[in-house]
């Protein structure tokens, strides 16, 4: 087996060592991230419930119909002895989509009654064995529920990947490069990270800066403007923004290991001119915001500063 701190042959631009871009990523999800009650449980009935629920449906408004759910049917046991009738009819008055959806999970229930006394399989491949639950939902019960999944792979995921590292629109490719990036024995906490990521700050539109994405040191579309993606065909507005400087303070910083404002500036824009619109005045202030973001760390006066990336 590959061992994933050394590997180099990364597809895309997955860093050899991805030492850095993982813990950026932990340190982001785990300081701030939304709030969901199946995000506080390790229970794989209840997370299996929300996992199924949330296949076409948006997630707040999953919560709601998930109390309901388990104030219902509180166990895998309460499931399976229900009458699957009012399974069904509990499904469409919360209008949760395919009512098929419903039955599976009421006899993946009953399997775990019957076929294993109650026990619930711990990895992707037994949890597969239950009706209804493929390879997606298999993996977020094992990685949510015992911190024992592969690397998640859905929509978010790759055009995460697709964007920060350039990782070919390729479904073997972004596995490989989802799984090169996950942290051993920590599926719990990064497929929940990366899929924030995906939902918060790297969507079809992406909040970058707002959502103070913690990959755009090394991220190429924030670096070029361009955030294409195998779901977003066409280029959004960014040519000339503020989002599009700032990712070109970063390019440029990670090429030198520092630069004055006026030798900075340049490289930025080719219209740069210190007492001009587009001078000292307006490329500080990007920087600015790049320390608050804690991207960037500056020093000296204003006519002689010097910036640099933090380390």
Known sequence: MTDQST???????VP???SAVRDALVEWYEA????????ETTDPYEILVSEVMSQQTQLDRVVDAWEDFLDRWPTAAALAGADRSAVVGFWTSHSLGYNNRAKYLHEAAGQIVSDFDGEWPRDPDGLSDLMGV???TANAVASFAFNNGNAVVDTNV?????????VPDDDSAFEEAASALMPEGRSRVWNNAIMELGGVACEKTPDCDGAQCPWREWCQAYETGDFTAPDVPTQPE??????QMRGRVVATLKEYDELRLDELGPRVRVDYAPQGEY??????GLLSDLEDDGLVECDGTEGDVVARLKR
């Open 134 to 136: 493929g390879p997606y």
């Open 32 to 39: 701030d991230h939304r709030s969901y009650p199946w995000r």
């Open 16 to 18: 050899a060592d991805p």
């Open 279 to 284: 001078g000292r005045e307006w490329l500080r």
């Open 158 to 166: 790759k055009r995460v990947l697709y964007r920060a590292f350039g």
């Open 238 to 243: 960014f040519e000339g923004s503020r989002r």
């Open 7 to 13: 590997a180099t042959d990364r597809p895309g631009g």
